[in-house]
């Protein structure tokens, strides 16, 4: 992980702290960006009677026929899925979503990966 620089005492054990705090999340959900799943958090925290609002590129290995995930995607989670305009094993998936159903999507024996961005809007 990028060093931030911090020179002090303090500030180097809370960036040691951050970093196997970070490592930690990575290994309990290897193939979700662990910035998304802590924003996501956040926001089920603070807001605690709403889901957030997700927007997810999930993405299979290159020749996966994405339109099984598609369906399956949205007919779980009530959500909105396309396949992406120009990197077909890309879904992008949109709607109200907590950790528990990012992680199941990422549970998925066929993504590799999911990135994203969360917030409070609804829309």
Do not use: C
């Not at 299979?60 to 099984?68: A, I, Q, W, Y």
């Not at 396949?83 to 077909?88: F, G, I, P, S």
């Amino acid at each position: 992980m990028q060093d931030s620089g911090n020179d002090n005492e303090r500030s180097q054990k809370l960036e040691g702290m951050y970093n196997a705090f970070m490592q930690d999340v990575s290994k309990l959900f290897p193939k979700t960006d662990s910035n998304l799943l802590l924003n996501v958090m956040a926001l089920e925290r603070k807001f605690p009677d709403m889901m957030p609002h997700v927007h997810l590129e999930v993405i299979f290995p290159k020749g996966t026929n994405v339109d099984l995930p598609k369906y399956e995607i949205t007919e779980k989670y009530h959500v909105q899925a396309a396949t992406h305009r120009w990197d077909k094993n890309i879904l992008v998936v949109t709607g109200m979503m907590n950790v528990n159903t990012i992680a199941e999507i990422a549970d998925h024996k066929t993504v590799e990966k999911i990135t994203g961005t969360a917030n409070a809007a609804f829309y």
